[in-house]
């Protein structure tokens, strides 16, 4: 029966230590409230505090809310046409496309785009579950290569060349629980080599990388037009929610005719995308946002090798401290939020089986004593743990 199914799957993961719970968690700046209790936050993505930002809080008060309708009917407002116009125009490519989450964007664009059943998709080992579910309900076939391995990405590629006659590449810009990079210039050459189309996920590079923060091909020096697809969320360094596909007319107007994600569902809020407009212009101008955060990231790694932890093997703001196991792993986090700091466990299926990490990330917000604190704090709860 399917209530007893549901049950036993629940036990069956408290058993293995990868039961979650939702905290009610009240963020701000660098700070967040859980349950009646102040933790200095290492654990959410607004790496340039952007979300508790004045400018963002002056504006929230002044919108409305909803689009009342899908985005062929009524739900296609003034502030999604312009807030799409500022992101193509930012970015450099020619349209832009909202959709209300990252996760819906990712799992539409793969299964509209790759309809035909002799396609390709090839997607990194690492990537996140919404670019996986993509691959896993679009008609085309689906294969992973492992992260970063461009042989054997190469290898793929030259074997499905005469089989599939499209083939789609997909990677993160920067991996969401390792926050190390793709190498996208070596990704575009295999692609057009190979006559793939590319489709990278930039939901941690947008806001932080590049000039003006635009992102990871700004970057690594690529230009939009050779990337295919382009994804990014607003969820993070923007401090707002939704997301943007991004890439020549033609994909966008597919989209627009073919992704059922996109026509059967109620648009963004408008609300949402005026902050979103707000959030944008302030990361433009407002260098020091991320001048402050690169200063972060490498006290941090300073800090790291000091105390003696091995290298992350991250430059960006997300910074994964490796454990292992499940249950030493939110002993550390428990350990940690005695010490008045908020940094979840992160465990499998989110992490491959044995790689349960503290998933660490630094924002503009934090100051360099947070840093020293976080450091030390984290060694102290390591060393009782692993001893
Ligand atoms: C790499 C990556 N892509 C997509 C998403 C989904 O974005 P959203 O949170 O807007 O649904 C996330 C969020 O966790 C992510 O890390």
């Known amino acids: ?109 793969i299964k509209t785009v790759m309809s035909e059943k ?67 210039a070596s990704l575009s050459d295999l692609a057009s080599h190979y006559d793939a189309g590319l489709m990278i996920d930039d939901a941690h590079g ?23 697809i382009y994804m990014a969320t607003f969820g993070k360094a923007l ?17 627009v005719n073919f992704s059922r994600d996109y026509i059967y569902s109620t648009s963004m809020s408008p609300h949402q995308a005026k902050l979103t407009s707000i959030a944008i212009e302030l990361v433009k101008k407002q260098q020091w946002r991320r001048d402050k955060l690169i200063e972060n990231i490498a006290y941090f790694k300073q800090q790291l090798a000091n105390l003696g932890f091995a290298d992350t093997g991250s430059n960006s703001a997300i910074q994964p401290i490796i454990v292992g196991e499940n249950q030493a792993t939110l002993k550390i986090a428990e350990q940690l939020k005695k010490a008045g700091i908020w940094l979840t466990a992160i465990r499998p299926p989110t992490v491959a089986k044995g790689s349960a990490r503290l998933r660490v990330t630094l924002s503009t917000a934090h100051n360099l004593a947070d840093i020293r604190y976080l450091s030390t704090q984290l060694a102290n709860a390591v060393k009782v743990e692993l001893r």
């Open 239 to 255: 401090g707002s929610a939704g997301a943007v596909v991004c890439g020549n007319a033609t994909l966008i107007e597919y989209l």
């Open 1 to 109: 029966m399917l209530p007893e199914r549901l049950a036993k799957a629940l036990v069956d993961k408290k058993r293995a230590h990868s039961f979650r719970e939702r905290k009610i968690c009240q963020p701000n700046g660098k700070y967040v409230q859980v349950q009646n209790n102040q933790y200095l936050n290492f654990s959410g993505n607004d790496y340039l505090a952007i979300a508790s930002s004045e400018e963002i809080k002056v504006a929230y008060r002044q919108l409305n809310t909803g689009s009342t309708g899908s985005a062929l009917i009524n739900g296609y407002n003034p502030e999604h046409a312009e807030l799409e116009l500022q992101v193509a125009d930012w970015l450099g490519f020619e349209k832009a496309l909202l959709y209300s989450t990252g996760f819906a964007a990712n799992s539409a664009v």
């Open 118 to 184: 002799n396609g390709l998709i090839l997607q990194d080992k690492l990537n996140h579950a919404s670019l996986i579910d993509g691959g896993l309900t679009a008609n085309a076939k689906s294969m992973r290569f492992a992260h970063n391995d461009m042989v054997q990405l190469e290898t793929k590629l030259k074997r499905a060349n005469y089989q599939h006659p499209e083939k789609l590449i997909v990677s993160e810009g920067i991996f969401s629980m390792d926050g190390d990079n793709a190498p996208i």
């Open 206 to 228: 947008i806001g932080v990388l590049g000039t003006d923060g635009r992102g990871s091909l700004a970057e690594n020096n690529l230009k939009p037009k050779q990337i295919d």
